[in-house]
């Protein structure tokens, strides 16, 4: 069984930054894909954010391109995101994924989720 254990999560002021972590039970490697989905209230659940074992590309969703930077530390068997000008938008409960198939489209593994909120 694959555990993905989020954290980082918390309250923020807009245009403020947060850095989430995400520890895997599993070499990263071993998955196609790893990435960051969100779920705000009132809303369906969206991609964020992905990297692609293969070649370690990164894919970004549009409203948080050039504010969020994704990476992962292999070693430890970690994947982050980093939040920066976070924005009320950006509220919502953070999941940690990983998949096997490539650019996080269907997830396999879920982590239980960290919540964000930017407010004043």
């Known amino acids: 069984q694959v555990q993905l254990v989020e954290s980082g999560g918390g309250l923020v002021q807009p245009g403020g930054s947060l850095r989430l972590s995400c520890q895997t039970s599993?070499?990263?490697?071993?998955?196609?894909?790893v990435g960051w989905w969100r779920e705000a209230p009132g809303k369906e659940r969206e991609g964020v954010s992905c990297?692609?074992?293969?070649?370690?590309?990164?894919y970004y969703e549009d409203s948080v391109k050039g504010r969020f930077t994704m990476s992962t530390n292999s070693a430890k068997n970690a994947i982050y995101l980093q939040m920066n000008s976070l924005k009320p938008e950006d509220t919502a409960v953070y999941f940690c994924?990983?998949?096997?198939?490539?650019?996080?489209?269907?997830?396999?593994?879920w982590g239980q989720g960290t919540q964000v909120t930017v407010s004043s």
């Open positions: 994924i990983a998949a096997y198939g490539d650019d996080c489209i269907d997830p396999t593994f």
């Open positions: 599993r070499r990263i490697s071993n998955f196609q894909s």
């Open positions: 990297i692609r074992s293969s070649d370690g590309s990164t």
